[in-house]
């Protein structure tokens, strides 16, 4: 049986080599693609999630079961040229969450079918999160009942993972950030407690003992703690690492562990390699990305309206807008304010909740479009200073052709570069 290759993570940052990993989630082929090309020219295996909402056995958001999604990736990457091997498949927050507002028991046996979906496609890093109530229960739960309902999930991983397939290795934690960021501006976060960990850490041992998983706590590799880092819809806490010291130094009494860190997304890259350096070795990112997608669109958009004014009946910007009032769910509850504060967070949010609609057939229909009207264009520089600024230097420099292609890539390829460099050990 092939080894996994995430099974000997915390050993990684005293050995030569990368410390730590980037954990891409995202679903988004614009995103994907940067990510093959970030990771193929370095040591690193490709770690691509999907999260419980996104993707799971009634098609998620995406519309894609976890077979889907792995065939939709593989097909990606026997076009970039990217070895099939070196691809790790997560998935992320495996639990209840897409079915909380149903009782317990029912949400559990849905959260069950939508694990052994994930083992069955060969995802083999498993992210087991129950801390949520369900309908009647309190909003978060205490350690051992969400322990409890982790081990359950996971003998349903185990009893479907096929014969001969990688065994699955599990992050486990109950101190998990909300899902795509907060829900509104913030000033400061509360550490993880070492005791805390540590109680969480116990709670699940003695879970996977009382239902016989013995083997498979044996390849827990990580507990997802906050290391005080996040962001709102227009604001980032960075990352303090004497906040987080305590907590860090507990890893030393939890040998073959690491810490995985949630919301990573807009850190620095000096933060995110301190994140790397005091343990937190699995460096979770997705809205960062797909922001930057939607930054570079939104400048390509604006380019080609200065070019080709009379060439669209509307632009992209006003396609986006249109969706997103026409389909408001994935956005309305988490934006506040006045009118028109609610339309500047549908668009420029960190929370990013707009890249729910790049899959929708009338957005993509006008990306293609965007792409067409600019295809072979050498795009004058004034106007990639004017609304791409942060790829004016290397347009300029000669690093970057003014195409928008290259435009595209670019953008995404600063943020993956910075989540590599994170994981290089210094010197």
Same mark, same amino acid.
């Given at each position: 049986m092939?080894? &996994? =290759?995430?099974?000997d993570i915390a %050993?990684?940052?005293h050995r030569s080599g990368p410390a730590g990993i980037p954990s891409v989630c995202s679903a988004n082929p614009f995103v994907i693609r940067a990510a093959m090309r970030a990771v193929l020219a370095t040591p690193l295996p490709l770690l691509i999630e999907a999260t419980c909402n996104q993707v799971n056995q009634d098609g998620g958001y995406t519309g894609m079961t976890p077979g889907d999604f792995r065939r939709f990736v593989e097909d990606l990457a026997r076009d970039m040229g990217f070895p099939l091997p070196r691809i790790i498949f997560g998935g992320d927050h495996l639990g209840p969450n897409p079915w909380k507002s149903l009782p317990p028991e029912a949400a559990l046996q849905k959260a069950e079918d939508m694990i052994r979906a994930y083992? !069955? !496609?060969?995802f083999s890093k498993l992210h087991l999160d129950c801390s949520m109530g369900c309908a009647g229960e309190p909003l978060a739960l205490g350690d051992t009942l969400t322990a409890a309902r982790a081990a359950r999930l996971a003998v349903a991983a185990e009893q479907a993972r096929p014969a001969g397939a990688v065994a699955p290795v599990y992050v486990i934690g109950t101190e998990v950030p909300v899902p795509g960021g907060a829900l509104e501006a913030l000033a400061v976060l509360d550490v993880t407690r070492p005791q805390a960990a540590r109680a969480t850490l116990d709670a699940h041992r003695a879970a996977f003992g009382a239902a016989g998983l013995e083997d498979a706590f044996g390849r827990v590799i990580a507990i997802v703690v906050q290391p005080g880092v996040e *962001?709102? &819809?227009?604001n980032v806490i960075d990352y303090v690492p004497a906040d987080a010291a305590a907590l860090c130094a507990a890893l030393d009494d939890m040998p073959g562990l690491v810490f995985e860190a949630h919301s990573t997304d807009y850190q620095t890259v000096e933060h995110l390699g301190c994140l790397v350096r005091d343990g937190f070795a699995i460096l979770k990112v997705g809205p960062g990305l797909t922001f930057a =997608?939607?930054?570079? =669109?939104?400048?390509?958009?604006m380019i080609a309206q200065e070019l *080709?004014? !009379?060439?669209?009946?509307r632009t992209l910007r006003q396609t986006m807008e249109a969706l997103m009032q026409a389909h408001p769910v994935h956005w309305d509850k988490y934006y506040h304010g006045t009118? !028109? %504060?609610?339309a500047v967070q549908r668009h420029y949010s960190y929370s990013d909740r707009i890249r729910y609609y790049w899959t929708d057939p009338l957005a993509e229909a006008a990306v293609a479009d965007l792409l067409a009207i600019l295809q072979g264009v050498d795009i004058p520089e004034p106007l990639i200073g004017q609304f791409l600024g942060a790829d004016y230097a290397d347009v300029r420099g000669g690093m970057t052709p003014p195409r928008a292609a290259d435009l595209l890539s670019s953008g995404l390829a600063r943020?993956?570069?910075?989540?590599?460099?994170a994981t290089q050990p210094p010197g």
């Open positions: 092939t080894r &996994n =290759l995430l099974a %050993q990684w940052r083992a !069955a !496609a060969g *962001f709102g &819809n227009h =997608l939607r930054q570079t =669109l939104y400048g390509l958009d *080709f004014p !009379a060439a669209r009946a009118d !028109a %504060q609610r943020v993956m570069h910075d989540y590599v460099q």
